[in-house]
């Protein structure tokens, strides 16, 4: 789901809970001054839980869960490779935790739970899912991080479970990671896999994410590679953020992305949806200086064409098909540029470029339109 309104952060604790009412009480005078108004107590159960309301309908919760935690419900987030990177000791961790404090942020008095159970009536009276936009996610995001590190301050947990990534932290590390905007390796996690028995430095690792579909409707995948796992992950980071920017959109199937100055490019495919329902963008890398990496695939920079006066022996001979290429190649310039992002065409091979035509005396540039009917 794209947007989830229920949010949560856990706190692993190695000992009982210290004075809940009190960071109960600190943390709603942090948010009255996160919102600039007071946040009301509509529930409170004293030392055990409490239910904070306030402007922009923002819902929050704080629950001393009094136990330890079932192991059983971070199985998956441990065998996680990132986790092991992260927090060599997590299964330690989780092993000897003894009590847990759960901070859950929504917007409005329903959950997500409830329009998942009754979204086609609430669209038919025309009543829009709470907190259902991007720019309410990206609240939430923010103020649960800010709520969750300042509450380990308080309490000092052994682990943070960042439940909307399935990502486990160090508590000692979560100020680093609490202090990244969206999207970042707190929102977005990568799944590390790659083949059996590699030793030595030339590992090839590939990536699943969990988290992307919340941003932007997709998860990514990206082959087995020997590009360093964090510097693919930043480039699937600069992706959903030309996606969530003003104006952005998603790479079309079969093109290229990359930075300006070309430090990098990769090719995006589109996949449909894996068994869990979510459609895929597949990484495929073309070109990446820092390391050395060129594919046979990678058409370099020196072979940019103008799409908007191609030479004509680059292009289809069939009309139509020369129509619906411009038109094509003219939608996604609209596109990118409109996101602040540039747009080329290259051409393959290796022979020399033809010259693009010169215009002719009393015309403008122009590219194929549409037909007319």
């Known amino acids: 789901?794209?947007?989830?309104?229920?949010?949560?952060?856990?706190?692993?604790?190695?000992?009982?809970?210290?004075?809940?009412?009190?960071?109960?009480?600190?943390?709603?005078?942090?948010?009255?001054?996160?919102?600039?108004?007071?946040?009301?107590?509509?529930?409170?159960?004293?030392?055990?839980?409490?239910?904070?309301?306030?402007?922009?309908?923002?819902?929050?919760?704080?629950?001393?869960?009094?136990?330890?935690?079932?192991?059983?419900?971070?199985?998956?987030?441990?065998?996680?490779?990132?986790?092991?990177?992260?927090?060599?000791?997590?299964?330690?961790?989780?092993?000897?935790?003894?009590?847990?404090?759960?901070?859950?942020?929504?917007?409005?008095?329903?959950?997500?739970?409830i329009?998942?159970?009754?979204?086609?009536?609430?669209?038919?009276?025309?009543?829009?899912?709470?907190?259902?936009?991007?720019?309410?996610?990206?609240?939430?995001?923010?103020?649960?991080?800010i709520l969750a590190h300042f509450a380990t301050d308080q309490l000092g947990p052994s682990l943070?479970?960042?439940?909307?990534?399935n990502l486990l932290l160090p508590g000692e590390k979560f100020e680093g990671f609490a202090s990244l905007d969206a999207p970042s390796l707190l929102h977005v996690h990568p799944w590390l896999y790659g083949p059996a028995g590699q030793t030595g430095d030339e590992v090839a690792l590939g990536i699943r994410t969990f988290g992307a579909r919340h941003f932007i409707g997709y998860e990514f995948q990206l082959d087995p590679t020997t590009l360093p796992w964090a510097d693919n992950l930043e480039v699937i980071l600069g992706l959903?953020?030309?996606?969530?920017?003003?104006?952005?959109?998603?790479?079309?199937?079969?093109?290229?992305?990359?930075?300006?100055?070309?430090?990098?490019?990769?090719?995006?495919?589109?996949?449909?949806?894996?068994?869990?329902?979510?459609?895929?963008?597949?990484l495929v890398p073309l070109m990446f200086r820092e390391h050395g990496f060129v594919s046979p695939d990678y058409v370099p920079r020196d072979r940019v064409i103008d799409d908007r006066s191609p030479p004509p022996g680059l292009m289809p001979d069939d009309d139509e098909v020369k129509e619906e290429l411009a038109n094509e190649w003219r939608e996604k310039r609209r596109l990118a540029e409109s996101a602040g992002a540039g747009f080329e065409v290259r051409a393959r091979g290796t022979a020399p470029i033809p010259p693009a035509p010169a215009p002719r005396p009393g015309f403008g540039r122009a590219i194929f339109g549409r037909k007319k009917g």
Not at 119 to 145: D, H, S, T, Y
Not at 160 to 165: F, G, R
């Open 115 to 145: 329009h998942q159970q009754f979204g086609a009536l609430f669209e038919q009276i025309g009543m829009p899912r709470e907190g259902g936009n991007l720019p309410q996610f990206l609240q939430r995001l923010k103020v649960l991080a």
């Open 1 to 113: 789901m794209k947007f989830p309104n229920d949010l949560q952060a856990a706190l692993l604790l190695d000992h009982p809970a210290r004075d809940f009412d009190g960071l109960v009480d600190a943390l709603a005078k942090l948010l009255a001054t996160i919102a600039g108004a007071p946040f009301n107590r509509p529930e409170f159960k004293p030392g055990a839980y409490a239910r904070l309301f306030g402007p922009g309908e923002l819902m929050v919760t704080i629950e001393r869960v009094g136990r330890p935690p079932n192991p059983a419900v971070f199985d998956k987030a441990l065998g996680s490779f990132v986790t092991g990177i992260l927090c060599p000791d997590a299964r330690q961790r989780v092993a000897r935790a003894q009590d847990m404090v759960l901070i859950n942020l929504s917007h409005g008095v329903f959950g997500d739970s």
């Open 160 to 165: 943070v479970h960042w439940v909307q990534s």
């Open 240 to 282: 959903i953020r030309l996606a969530i920017s003003d104006k952005g959109y998603i790479v079309p199937h079969g093109d290229s992305f990359g930075p300006d100055d070309g430090r990098f490019s990769y090719r995006i495919l589109h996949e449909p949806a894996d068994e869990g329902g979510v459609p895929v963008l597949k």
